[in-house]
């Protein structure tokens, strides 16, 4: 060997190759012979959500996970301190919606869109002259 893995198949045998579209259109192509890898949601801190939420996202989609059940699966990895804001959230809440449940944890951890840094931007005015601030 030379240091990569490589598979033989014979030529004339049929090689099964199991197709699973998710409902977000996504496909995923793997042999059955093979184990899918193993990916997993780190736990949430508190910090930098939108990342840890891309990340979730990924691997939902990944793994087919539906969407009512992404906030159940989620929130297994949030710290003790997440957990409790969870769990107010959800007092008052009832219902896990997973669209607005990103919203809301965007909104107490504190980081905003893209979209809100452009919009901040667009309201940026100039009062005076340039020559005033050199």
Not at 44 to 64: A, D, H, Q, S, V
Not at 80 to 99: K, L, Y
Not at 111 to 129: A, C, H, P, W, Y
Request: net charge negative; charged share 30%.
């Amino acid at each position: 060997m030379n240091g990569t893995s490589e598979i033989e198949v014979d030529p004339k045998e049929e090689v099964e190759v199991v197709m699973d579209r998710g409902r977000d259109g996504h496909t995923n192509l793997h042999h059955p012979g093979f184990p899918m890898p193993r990916m997993e949601i780190p736990i949430f801190k508190g910090t930098n959500p939108r990342w840890w939420l891309r990340k979730c996202k990924r691997i939902f989609n990944w793994y087919n996970i539906l969407e009512d059940k992404r906030v159940s699966l989620a929130i297994a990895y949030f710290n003790d301190i997440v957990d409790a804001w969870f769990q107010g959230w959800t007092r008052v809440r009832g219902n896990h919606i997973w669209e607005e449940f990103i919203e809301k944890l965007c909104e107490r951890y504190g980081e905003r869109s893209i979209m809100d840094v452009i919009e901040e931007f667009n309201k940026l005015r100039q009062f005076g002259e340039v020559r005033a601030y050199q």
